[in-house]
């Protein structure tokens, strides 16, 4: 028995949770990567194929696995699902690291599912860079401060959850 009789609706299908999960993947750090402009451009490229495609699959329930992945995405994305859920697997080691870091940090290392570029250590806490190159050419991360704000003369800093701020450096 055939899975379809449309490979080309499964093919599209799998394209498009290839994106799908990309995109997941692109909205769970804070900022926007440079690899956003590529994720872009191939998600026009689907949106094209899909046009292209339409009118060949009258009928087919196939039609509807590609939209439920897009809309399922748009709204994962739109209530930061992706980014709650990294974190959430990453903070127990971020919070460990952050505790007794020192002036000596090692950067470019691995902390939960974040790679961080540089980990710095702030009044009470620490900061950690997990974007650095994005499209407003600003670095992102996190900052843990449990016991107050981080000082804003230190960069751009907005509440996320807990003890726990997103950080924001650049022009």
């Not at 804070?30 to 046009?51: D, E």
């Not at 691995?110 to 950690?128: Q, S, T």
């Not at 996190?142 to 003890?163: K, M, Q």
């Amino acid at each position: 028995m055939r899975l379809t009789r449309q490979p080309l609706a499964l093919s599209f299908s799998g394209a498009v949770g290839l994106a799908s999960l990309l995109t997941l993947f692109e909205a769970s750090a804070p900022g926007l990567s440079v690899w956003a402009l590529g994720l872009a451009l191939y998600w026009l490229v689907l949106a094209v194929a899909w046009a292209w495609l339409s009118g060949r699959w009258a009928g087919s329930s196939w039609r509807f696995v590609p939209l439920a992945l897009v809309l399922g995405t748009v709204l994962l994305v739109a209530v930061d699902a992706p980014l709650h859920a990294r974190f959430a697997l990453s903070e127990p080691s971020m919070e460990r690291y952050a505790r007794s870091v020192r002036s000596d940090y090692g950067s470019h290392r691995w902390w939960g599912l974040y790679r961080v570029g540089e980990v710095e250590k702030i009044h009470g806490g620490a900061r950690f860079m997990v974007t650095s190159l994005t499209l407003d050419w600003k670095s992102y991360g996190f900052a843990y401060s449990p016991g107050r704000a981080p000082d804003p003369a230190e960069g751009s800093y907005e509440h996320f959850t807990g003890h726990w701020y997103i950080w924001t450096d650049g022009p």
